[in-house]
């Protein structure tokens, strides 16, 4: 499918959230739009703007949730900092209703439990972290959790931990925009794992 019109991402982030799980997306979404594809990013922080990350990292997010605008895809990454917002019905309340506006929902590694908390994982099929499965179970027990890297799901796209937001969100590129785009997008990205340490050495 190929989408003709300015295409908004949010990206979500909040104390404790795992830098790569948000800055590997950002790094796709904003490759796609300098190669020419109509969309824009832009950060959402909770509960404020400031926000420290699980590894240290100091980031600025654009906008605050209260006051962040409509946003065709929203992205919640992961991180320890998921674990209290789960709990959180303020966050939870004002997520839900921002994810509803949305076309498509999506999630990286433990953010799956928060679209889960915010009702968009009933009956669907989800994954997360590999380390996390039984997290996403305890929040959403009424989905079909899957031990893979990315997830599609009618409007929900999910992804298994940390550097898998990286495939999902180049999935998404090329499901909006076209295959070309997307491999267009990697290619500049230079991203073609080969490290060091196999999964199976």
């Known amino acids: 499918m190929n989408e003709s019109k300015r295409l908004s991402v949010a990206i979500l982030i909040f104390p404790g959230v795992e830098e790569l799980d948000f800055v590997g ?32 990292l100091k980031v600025t997010a654009d ?37 509803a506006a949305a076309t498509w929902q999506t999630s990286v590694c433990t953010g799956a439990a928060l679209l889960a908390r915010a009702g968009f994982l009933e009956g669907r099929r989800a994954t997360t972290n590999r380390h ?13 959790i899957l031990d893979e890297r990315y997830v599609h799901d009618g409007s929900v796209v999910t992804s298994a931990g940390v550097s898998a937001g990286i495939d999902m969100s180049l999935w998404l590129v090329g499901h909006l925009f076209g295959e070309d785009t997307a491999r267009t997008t990697q290619t500049y990205m230079e991203y073609f794992p080969e490290p060091p340490y196999g999964k199976d050495s």
């Open 132 to 144: 996390a499965l039984d997290f996403l179970r305890t929040h959403a027990p009424h989905t079909y």
């Open 63 to 99: 906008h605050t949730l209260s006051q962040a605008p409509h946003a065709d895809i929203v992205l919640i990454p992961g991180g320890k900092g998921t674990r209290p917002l789960a709990e959180n019905d303020e966050f939870n309340a004002a997520i839900r209703t921002y994810l």
């Open 25 to 56: 997306p950002w790094e796709v979404f904003t490759m796609a739009r300098q190669i020419g594809a109509p969309l824009d990013a832009f950060t959402v922080g909770w509960p404020a703007t400031e926000i420290t990350c699980a590894k240290g």
